[in-house]
Every structure is written in C-alpha cells, then in structure tokens.
T-cell receptor, first 111, second 116 residues
Framework: QKEVEQNSGPLSVPEGAIASLNCTYS??????FFWYRQYSGKSPELIMSIYSNGDKEDGRFTAQLNKASQYVSLLIRDSQPSDSATYLC???????????FGGGTRVLVKP | GAVVSQHPSWVICKSGTSVKIECRSL??????MFWYRQFPKQSLMLMAT?????????EQGVEKDKFLINHASLTLSTLTVTSAHPEDSSFYICSALGGDTTDTQYFGPGTRLTVL
C-alpha cells in the first residue's frame, strides 16, 4: 500500500528557532510533493510544492527533496507563534493527480 | 488566484435527511475536483475524484449511492450526502486542480456537517 509517513508530534520550538519537519513516502515513482499547513478547524492551505531533488526556498520556508532516499522535509526559519499548526505532507503517487497525505505533524511555537 | 469556495460552511441536519455541499472555483476553471472527509485528529481521506462532464470516481469503501457527486460545469462540483446519519458527521473539504499549475490542488474552506 502506498503510504506517506510523518511524525505526529507535537514538535515544540521556541519563537525564532528553526522547525524541521520530515516526511517519507513509499512509492519511488512519485514525482510531485507538496506541503500544506492546516490550522485547527480550517482546511489545508498550500505552502509550497517541490518536484526536483534539492532545496526550494519561499520566504521563511525551505522544502528539501531527496528522491533516492524517498524523503521530503520542510524547514521553517524564524518560527512565529502564528506558525503553530499541523503541517501535512502530500505526495502525488498515482495517475489523475490524486494526493496521498501523511498524518500531519503538529507544530507548537512557544513565545 | 486559485480561490476555491464551499457552501455552506457548516450545516446541522436531522438523521435521514439529505445535504448538498457546493464547491466552486472562483477565478479559474477546474476540470477536476476532489472531495475529502476529515474526522477529528485524523488526516484527510480522499472520497472521490470529480471530473467535469463525467461520472465521479470513488475511492474504495466510499458508497457512491450515499455520496452523490455532480460536476456539471468547469467551476462547480456538488456533493450530496443522502440519508445522512450521525456517523456521517465530519469535515468535508473539496479541492480543485488548476490555476497556474496542472497538478496542484487548492482547497476550499470546508463544510462541517453535524447529523443529529
């Protein structure tokens, strides 16, 4: 069964620190990878997508992809209390652009 | 860009009634939309893929006769929960493919359904 795995957390980080989130996936043929942020009671919102090995930066967020290790990560620099949320890793594993979601990592940024 | 709306945002209904949820892409055309369900403290579970002008494709274990999906236009998909029961109470979220990319899903704000 195709899976996406994330540490459920909570990942507690002090304000201003770097939060590091990890995600592994089972389907070696996956090509598209996404990070979504979900606040409690809200729907997911897209943070960024990544398709190629290496790093991709967008503001305070950096996604890292290593297809050989089947691993994708998200770094949040200068973490703010407003970053406290659940972060969902999603992988496009099948035809038709269906996403397989990990269970999410809950992040708590403490002032 | 890539804004998706859902209506209603929340609904309370009696057991046995049907509820319709609308999902609209506001600033782009979406040939494909997805419907998810999320129970408390769980991740999103894909229910079905909705393609404009054709029948929806349901995931294994999802009853197509209970969750009716219609995608009649490039900007609107509807999910009807028929004969709702308390176990159908959940957070229903739609997403749409489109905008500036062909493989990125943009999510609507969700509809919280409570069946009494």
């Amino acid at each position: 069964q195709k899976e996406v795995e994330q540490n459920s957390g909570p990942l507690s980080v002090p304000e201003g620190a770097i939060a590091s989130l990890n995600c592994t996936y089972s389907d070696r043929g996956s090509q598209s990878f996404f990070w979504y942020r979900q606040y409690s009671g809200k729907s997911p919102e897209l943070i960024m997508s990544i398709y190629s090995n290496g790093d991709k930066e967008d503001g305070r967020f950096t996604a890292q992809l290593n297809k050989a290790s089947q691993y994708v990560s998200l770094l949040i620099r200068d973490s703010q209390p407003s970053d406290s949320a659940t972060y969902l890793c999603a992988v496009n594993m099948a035809a038709g652009n269906k996403l397989t979601f990990g269970g999410g990592t809950r992040v708590l940024v403490k002032p | 860009g890539a804004v998706v709306s859902q209506h209603p945002s929340w609904v309370i209904c009696k057991s046995g009634t049907s509820v319709k949820i609308e999902c609209r892409s506001l600033d782009f055309q979406a040939t494909t939309m997805f419907w998810y369900r999320q129970f408390p403290k769980q991740s999103l579970m894909l229910m079905a893929t909705s393609n404009e002008g054709s029948k929806a494709t349901y995931e294994q274990g999802v009853e197509k006769d209970k969750f009716l999906i219609n995608h009649a236009s490039l900007t609107l998909s509807t999910l009807t929960v028929t004969s709702a029961h308390p176990e159908d109470s959940s957070f229903y979220i739609c997403s749409a493919l489109g905008g500036d990319t062909t493989d990125t899903q943009y999510f609507g704000p969700g509809t919280r359904l409570t069946v009494l």
